[in-house]
């Protein structure tokens, strides 16, 4: 048993069931394990991922799991009684004899290593792992990987080898076309639009501009799917409805910015104006201002000649100092004063003129009107000394000028004709290329979210390699396959050996039933000719009568110890059969699985009572 359960954990292992170095037989798997190998297996040999691999915590969800896999089993042409017990109760041996049927039944290709014998299934891992790597390795020119960029694989990333080629990352704002453009935008797009890679200047920056630009296109998505997700959803409205309320908000903050930006303007050229005011309010009046030097040079002109004057005391000078300023005060709100003033006059003005410019425009055109209708008054007053001769030259014209329409209109319809018909068939054309182009980018859109899965697909992939990988370079290198395959090896030739013993052992037996069988119906014979040889000369002799007698007495007793020999043996037949039958429900470990019984029954019924609880509510 050792060794098939040293198989039975190989295979698990292969199929990427976390069994642990320390379980040795099937015994120590446990009911989580076990339920896990055996879904393994019948998701390897159906193909699919149908079953779960791990059981739930409720325990009715636990009966529908078990059930579910011994339907399975039971579907794949398991003949042996199983149900959901065998899997949550079940003995080691029926768990061993379930693994080992399965394992049986696995595919080739869910068996990793089966060609290790001859050194060619290494080989092919070896290519395949190669083949792998470059399929993992993201698409770059191969200009880029001469120019010192390589492709590490543990880390898996690229590097820089050199800087000689390394270029700044310059890009250029690119404009392209819009999903659902409107009519001037459709136009825009057709005669003045240029190609992406049109667009920069510089060659260098074509493929910087394109990459910038579309980073900024996914995440500029990226984040209205964010949005949409997280406040579009539970609005209650659609996207486009959720977009025009958004842009009527987004209007509205700009506006309520720009009154305040214009507000907080004009209060700071309001603050400029007084703090400039503000700088000649406070000047020292101790220092020689400009009113004060001319107020020196008058004193100096009135005095020539005569004696200087004495020196002002302190309390003069203050008083002239409180004279200044109070004259300088009284000057500043004059001007103050005079200055508002102006600034009423100003926008006063400012709308009179604003007025008079469209009063002088509407006078304008008013003059223009009557300018025009003045001079066909004046043609027709000019008219009237000849009048009746001016009505024939009138229509005289009149009727020239029909002639030259007529003749223009024939002149005309069949261009016109062609022009419509040139029309409609460019018209034609036009919707049929907006229709392509609608169905181009209905294609490109899904082809684009067909990028999103395959990008999504290959990330999740990417990640379980690397976790795989991870628990492959965790895991001991098992034991190799030769070794196992010599074992079975070894076993199928005992089990050879003991089929052939068997089979003489039965051959044995059938020549000793043979020879009981011939024997018996010899012994019948001779006592049937005995009877009937005692039984004629009975009649004739008496010692005869009596050895018949005791001839039956000894072939009733002799019956009787065959009966109880062949009973002895079925007896012994039956003890041991019961003794078997003893064993097989002792390694079965009744006891442990009718206390695991009892717990999963007090756990139905916590759970019945919590869903009356819920009902009740």
């Not at 409720?58 to 199983?82: D, H």
């Not at 034609?428 to 290329?433: K, L």
Request: hydrophobic fraction near 40%; include cysteine; aromatic fraction near 6%.
């Amino acid at each position: 048993m050792e060794e098939v359960d040293k198989i039975i954990l190989l295979n698990l292992r292969q199929l990427g069931g976390e069994v642990s170095d320390e379980v040795s037989s099937v015994g120590d798997l446990g009911t989580e394990g076990f339920v896990e190998g055996c879904a393994r297996c019948i998701n390897a040999i159906n193909q699919d991922d149908a079953l779960p691999l791990s059981l739930p915590p409720g325990m009715s969800a636990r009966f529908k799991v078990g059930t579910e896999i011994a339907n399975a089993c039971q579907a794949l042409g398991y003949s042996s009684s199983i149900g959901y017990n065998t899997f949550l109760y079940g003995s080691e041996t029926d768990s061993r004899n379930l693994l080992m049927w399965l394992v049986e039944r696995l595919p080739q290709e869910a068996i990793q290593g089966s060609d290790d014998i001859t050194g060619q299934g290494a080989f092919a891992r070896v290519a395949a792992r190669a083949v792998q790597a470059r399929l993992d390795r993201p698409f770059l020119p191969a200009s880029m990987y001469r120019h010192g960029l390589a492709w590490t694989t543990s880390p898996r990333k690229f590097q820089l080898l050199s800087q000689q080629h390394v270029k700044p990352f310059a890009t250029v704002p690119l404009e392209t076309p819009e999903t659902q453009p409107t009519k001037g935008r459709l136009a825009f797009e057709t005669d003045t639009l240029k190609l992406s890679t049109a667009q920069p200047l510089r060659a260098s920056a074509r493929l910087t501009s394109v990459l910038a630009h579309n980073a900024m296109q996914v995440a500029t998505q990226a984040a209205w799917q964010a949005e949409w997700q997280a406040k579009g959803v539970t609005s209650g409205l659609d996207e486009a409805a959720y977009k025009q309320k958004k842009r009527t908000v987004v209007k509205d903050m700009v506006a309520a910015k720009l009154r305040a930006a214009l507000n907080s303007a004009s209060a700071r050229k309001q603050a400029d104006m007084e703090s400039f005011l503000a700088q000649f309010a406070n000047i020292e009046l101790g220092k020689k201002s400009m009113f004060r030097k001319k107020e020196q040079l008058q004193f100096q002109s009135e005095q020539t000649g005569g004696d200087v004057p004495q020196a002002a005391t302190q309390e003069e000078l203050a008083q002239q100092r409180a004279d200044e300023l109070s004259g300088l005060q009284t000057s500043l709100d004059s001007l103050s004063s005079e200055l508002q003033q102006v600034e009423t006059e100003t926008l006063t003005y400012r709308k009179e003129a604003k007025q008079l410019v469209s009063q002088t425009e509407a006078l304008l055109l008013r003059l223009e009107d009557l300018d025009s209708s003045n001079a066909m008054r004046r043609r027709v007053v000019d008219l009237l000394p000849n009048a009746d001769e001016n009505m024939q030259k009138l229509g005289e014209a009149i009727q020239a000028t029909a002639r030259k329409m007529i003749a223009v209109g024939e002149k005309w319809e069949p261009v016109r004709q062609a022009l419509v018909v040139e029309y409609r068939q460019l018209q034609a054309a036009a919707a049929d290329e907006a229709g392509a182009s609608q169905q181009q980018l209905v294609a490109i859109q899904a082809i684009k979210q067909e990028i999103k899965g395959l990008e999504s697909s290959v990330h999740d992939k990417q990640q379980l390699e690397q976790q795989l990988q991870a628990e492959v370079d965790g895991m001991k290198q098992a034991a190799p396959r030769k070794t196992y395959v010599e074992r079975i090896m070894e076993i199928i030739k005992s089990i050879t050996k003991q089929q052939r013993e068997i089979e003489k052992s039965l051959i044995d037996i059938r020549a000793i039933q043979k020879d009981l069988s011939q024997i018996t119906e010899k012994l019948s014979r001779t006592y049937a000719y005995t009877d009937e040889l005692v039984y004629k000369n009975a009649k004739k002799d008496e010692d005869v009568r009596q050895a018949y007698k005791y001839v039956a007495t000894l072939h009733t007793t002799c019956e009787e110890l065959v009966r109880f020999v062949e009973e002895i043996g079925a007896m012994r037949r039956e003890t041991t059969a019961l003794g078997d039958k003893i064993k097989t429900e002792q390694h079965k470990q009744m006891t442990s699985n009718v206390e695991r019984i009892t717990r999963d029954r007090e756990l139905l019924k916590q759970e019945n009572a919590k869903l009356k609880a819920i009902l009740k509510k």
